[in-house]
């Protein structure tokens, strides 16, 4: 829409057609509006950078022709993708045999001893003391 395409249409009514064209046709600009006070156009919306925010303004000039403009565009980063959620820990299990101990199991699974409180806060609802495990049940390996 060109300045010949506004001729004779009031400021506001100027603006909110270069408005909608710009909206249309500039990427990371949205919900674009306008506050006129007297000559004053004040610019209004969202944009995605400073330099998409600049470029309304530009356009704007060159279709209204006036040197009052003013950008209050506010210029919101978008939001980075939510990240996927991790899987699930693999979750393994153990059936105690006789004379094994939580310690020969951890020792057995993850290399050291000494990290048998891991099976065993693993497996709080079975077992009340890591020391009293019993043949046949049937532990979480975390």
Excluded: C, W
């Excluded at 300045?3 to 009031?10: H, R």
């Excluded at 674009?32 to 156009?41: C, F, K, S």
């Excluded at 001893?113 to 693993?122: F, W």
């Amino acid at each position: 829409m060109g300045l010949f395409d506004m001729f004779g249409k009031g400021l506001d009514e100027k603006v909110g057609d270069a408005l909608k064209e710009i909206e249309a046709t500039t990427p990371g600009v949205s919900d674009l509006g306008a506050e006129i006070h007297d000559e004053t156009v004040t610019l209004t919306g969202t944009a995605t950078s400073r330099e998409a925010a600049d470029a309304v303004m530009t356009r704007l000039d060159a279709e209204v022709k006036t040197d009052n403009i003013v950008n209050a565009i506010k210029v919101e980063k978008p939001a980075p993708p939510e990240p996927e959620p991790a899987p699930a820990p693999e979750v393994r299990t153990y059936t105690v045999q006789p004379g094994d101990t939580l310690g020969a199991i951890a020792q057995q699974h993850y290399g050291r001893a000494s990290d048998y409180m891991k099976i065993y806060e693993a497996n709080r609802d079975i077992l009340d003391n890591p020391d009293l495990i019993k043949p046949g049940q049937e532990l979480k390996i975390p």
